[in-house]
């Protein structure tokens, strides 16, 4: 089994005196300036199948740390599969393998030896339509930490309160933190959502249409939330909502059939795309 | 486009009705059956319902009869049915549904213990016989191997002979089938986005079926468990196969005691001629219904005790 080095020990850091749970949107004095463009995620001829029917060819694609990926693509071309690659969930369907090389702080994520949970406690999901525990908002923050680690519960009662203040859900919920998790609205349940994976402390953060079963007010509070959650952690987002992509993203990547047509700066992407295809998506032509 | 021919709104208001109708009358059907089996046992036996009834042993002469022995087995014998084959069943179930990766073994495996849950319980009590009360001829009763003092409440003896033990284990064999079947049900049931969040949060299998999958669906669980208890309770023929008894004069005092249960008391007691036995066995009939309630009302307490941290 081997374990994913945290970025802190596996990166070049000498004058750096950070914790890892002390993430701050703005470098400070004597960390250099470069982090921020770091690669997080690296790519190469990466091809996945589910049992004959491949859905990925050859991607190559580079994500960087602290900036938002979005993937946009018309349904079934492959960029949930991406996404679903990134933290291994995908070995729990039958008959989905993958070639090629992913990695994650230079750490290979198709490498059978790899300890997958430490993997996943690493990188956070966030999943289309809420999926809260049917248990009170605090056991639901509390659930990952639990998992992994013993803690007292002062210290445990302040992760949840960090966690919940982190996904703008604290104020609405304080009073009621034993209450049911269910008894959240949709907005709510899916903000709970990621309070429960910040709280694991993760590298990476993926979302999988995260507001795709939302309505419009709760839609703008998850993307303003997205905005900020930027400067402490790496995120990609899979969205079908072109407006969403250009919104929150830093950079984005179009796939169609399974390919990685092009990728970019968000901004240069949707006004001046290299790629007709790319074009036609983005002004909404089809798709 | 094609419109089609218009229904008769007559024809539509007619059908529905016709239909409520006879589901009404299947169900009043069951009620009336239902009830009237009650009335008449209730009538027969609420006389014979006596103190002493209750805290007799047989007797050849009916007004002097008692049941406490058939009850106090009955309530050994499922006690011990309840704690193998609720702890396997749901270890089945879980293993099939969570861990198990689609086969053909696990179809097989699947496929068998659909096809157990039919078996007549009787061969379930050829088996006992063969594998519990002889120990397939390995030892005999005369030199079996010993654990404990034989006044001890863990005193064991392999083979088992026809004791409590062997009464329960062969019981537990009758229900497993459903009790799998059950659990496998509500297992299923549960959503797989709690799974799904559940791992993706970092959780091994096990953490995911012991924090998520099992709390879900230990209500639904606990409902097959009442319905195995039920049908464990009502089994006489399995029990009269390993050799339980229709005369004890005493209650079981540990594994290996000789013992007998309430069904196979009222069927001795109903088959006789005469009709204080009779009115005996419907006042036997009305404990064994209370024993079984008693045992649901258990099992509902705790799925509402389990369920309420789940509602919204």
């Known amino acids: 089994m081997k374990a994913i080095p945290s970025p802190e020990t596996n990166m070049e850091q000498p004058t750096t005196t950070s914790t890892s749970h002390s993430h701050s949107g703005s470098p400070t004095i004597g960390e250099p300036m470069t982090l921020r463009t770091d690669t997080a995620i690296e790519m190469q001829n990466l091809s996945a199948w589910y049992s004959k029917n491949q859905v990925l060819h050859a991607i190559d694609l580079d994500i960087a740390a602290k900036q938002v990926c979005a993937f946009i693509g018309p349904s079934g071309c492959g960029k949930s599969t991406l996404l679903r690659w990134l933290n291994r969930m995908n070995d729990t369907i039958p008959g989905a393998r993958a070639t090629g090389k992913i990695a994650l702080h230079g750490v290979s994520l198709l490498d059978t030896a790899l300890d997958v949970v430490d993997l996943r406690r690493r990188v956070g999901m966030v999943f289309q339509k809420p999926n809260p525990f049917p248990k009170s908002i605090f056991d639901n923050v509390a659930f990952g930490p639990r998992l992994h680690r013993i803690y007292s519960r002062t210290d445990l009662e302040e992760l949840v309160e960090q966690s919940l203040r982190a996904s703008a859900l604290w104020d609405e919920v304080k009073d009621r933190l034993t209450s049911s998790a269910l008894g959240l609205s949709g907005g709510q349940q899916q903000r709970l959502c990621i309070a429960r994976a910040i709280a694991v402390g993760p590298e990476l953060l993926l979302m999988d249409e995260p507001c795709s079963a939302l309505d419009p007010r709760s839609t703008a509070s998850i993307e303003e939330l997205i905005r900020e959650l930027r400067a402490t952690y790496t995120i990609v987002i899979v969205t079908h909502n072109m407006q969403q992509a250009s919104r929150v993203s830093d950079s984005t990547a179009f796939f169609y059939e399974g390919k990685l047509v092009e990728t970019g700066p968000t901004d240069v992407l949707f006004t001046t795309p290299k790629e007709r295809r790319t074009e036609d998506y983005v002004t909404g032509r089809f798709g | ?312």
């Open chain 2, 1 to 312: 486009m094609k419109t089609g021919r218009t229904i008769p709104q007559a024809k539509r208001i007619l059908s529905n009705r016709l239909m409520w109708a006879a589901c009404l009358g299947a169900t009043t059907i069951a009620v009336l059956v239902l009830s009237a089996l009650l009335i008449t046992i209730a009538i027969e036996g609420t006389g014979a319902l006596t103190w002493s009834f209750l805290t007799s042993f047989a007797s050849r002469k009916p007004a002097q009869a008692g049941i406490i022995a058939p009850l106090m087995g009955s309530i050994w014998v499922c006690a011990i049915c309840a704690i193998v084959a609720i702890p396997v069943g749901i270890g089945t179930a879980i293993y099939l549904e969570e861990y198990a990766r689609r086969s053909r073994i696990k179809s097989l495996i699947q496929l068998n213990i659909s096809n157990l849950s039919g078996v007549p319980s009787i061969v379930y009590g050829i088996l006992a016989l063969v594998a519990f009360v002889r120990f397939f001829g390995i030892r005999t009763a005369d030199d079996a191997w010993t654990f404990g003092n034989a006044e001890s409440i863990f005193y064991l003896q392999i083979p088992f002979g026809p004791s409590v033990i062997a009464g329960g284990l062969t019981l537990a064999l009758v229900v497993l089938p459903i009790m799998i079947i059950s659990s496998q049900e509500a297992l299923r049931s549960v959503p797989q986005s709690l799974r799904q969040a559940a791992l993706a949060l970092g959780s091994t299998q096990w953490q995911v079926v012991w924090h998520v999958t099992l709390p879900a669906a230990l209500p639904t669980i606990m409902t097959g468990a009442i319905l195995s208890m039920s049908r464990a309770i009502g089994e006489a023929a399995p029990l009269l196969v390993i050799g339980g008894f229709l005369l004890v004069f005493q209650t079981p005092a540990n594994l290996m005691s000789d013992f007998t249960v309430l069904p196979l008391q009222i069927y001795n007691w109903a088959g006789r001629p005469q009709s204080d036995f009779h009115k005996i066995a419907a006042a036997a009939i009305i404990v064994q219904l209370v024993v079984l309630l008693a045992f649901n009302t258990i099992a509902i307490i705790i799925r509402q005790k389990l369920q309420r941290p789940l509602q919204s």
